[in-house]
């Protein structure tokens, strides 16, 4: 092992959120970052099904809720 129980782990190109995954399954914390809008809303959606954990932003919205606001957004 080259991080400890509890420790972040960063993936900068964090692409369908594998590393984040393997984080979690670790006993680690992630933190991610993506580009593309695509890719960050597939990681997403696989780490929520997989964990059971929604994500939340820091101001309280769930992913659930970006979503419909995009979706309004778009009408």
């Known amino acids: ?3 400890r129980p509890g420790d972040i782990v960063l ?5 369908s ?3 984040l ?3 979690h399954h670790a006993g680690r914390r992630g933190a991610a970052i993506e580009i593309d809008p695509l890719y960050v809303d597939t ?3 696989r780490i929520e099904a997989v964990t059971g954990l929604k994500a939340t ?3 309280g919205r769930t ?3 970006v979503e ?3 979706s309004t957004e778009e009408q």
């Open 43 to 45: 990681a997403i959606r």
């Open 57 to 59: 932003l820091p101001d």
């Open 21 to 23: 995954l393997a984080a």
């Open 63 to 65: 992913f659930q809720q």
């Open 68 to 70: 419909q606001d995009r």
């Open 11 to 15: 993936d900068p190109c964090a692409g």
């Open 1 to 3: 092992d080259c991080s």
């Open 17 to 19: 959120g594998t590393v």
